[in-house]
């Protein structure tokens, strides 16, 4: 039992050892790598230019709200662009929690299944 909870500290770790790339320093950082984190870790099945990534600086880190874009090319009602789910990014290393896995809480990113 402690060795499976060693394991999986383990690859929530490297996880976010991924995830952190950079430390970011604006808003247009932060929707770049929202935008690289929904891509990577296949977080919605719409393409990356139908989403929209709205961001919000909140101090030590900053909150991404992943949004569909609804357009003639992405499909969708016009002037309707529902939010899918949050990121939260923190700006010294990275480290990145979101809400589309249950759509309520906050959690750390998964690995990839395959990767």
Known sequence: MMRRAMV???L????QACAAQQTLKTGDDAAVRASEITRTYQLSKDKTE???FDTADKGKYFL???RENHSDTCGGAEGVSPTL???KIRK???Y???TAYDSE???PLKPVAGN
């Open 8 to 10: 999986v500290c383990a």
């Open 96 to 98: 990145t929690v979101t």
């Open 92 to 94: 010294r290393d990275g």
């Open 50 to 52: 139908c989403l929209l």
């Open 85 to 87: 789910f949050f990121l």
């Open 12 to 15: 929530v770790a490297y996880t």
């Open 64 to 66: 991404v709200r992943v």
């Open 105 to 107: 809480h906050y959690l």
